[in-house]
């Protein structure tokens, strides 16, 4: 399995962090979960970081079963309406980057 990181490097601007949270669950959330094939679809948004760590009041992480299923959600129609969507509320609410990370899954049992 493996599974696509979007890692929204930055800030909130100020007073709009329900605003934020509330547009990416409203208008993003049902976008991201029609990507072709995906297996789940978690959004994270920050409670607490390090000192001196750099803030990331989001993260998207999308799994897929492999390679190939990925890249086929990579040109799906939902994905194209949220690279818009998300440009928006990016232009509304937030200050920073985007970027993305592909990682394999290892589970270790405990």
Not at 18 to 29: P, S
Not at 69 to 79: E, H, S, Y
């Amino acid at each position: 399995m493996i599974t696509r990181f979007a890692l929204f490097e930055g800030t909130v601007r100020p007073g709009r962090t329900d605003a934020f949270r509330a547009a990416v669950q409203e208008r993003l959330v049902p976008l991201w979960t029609q990507f072709t094939g995906n297996t789940d679809v978690r959004v994270m948004f920050s409670v607490e970081r390090d000192d001196g760590a750099p803030e990331f009041p989001l993260i998207l992480a999308i799994s897929y079963p492999d390679r190939a299923t990925m890249d086929a959600a990579l040109g799906c129609p939902a994905r194209f309406a949220s690279r818009d969507v998300t440009g928006e509320i990016v232009a509304e609410f937030f200050d920073g980057r985007i970027h993305h990370h592909v990682t394999n899954l290892h589970v270790f049992p405990s």
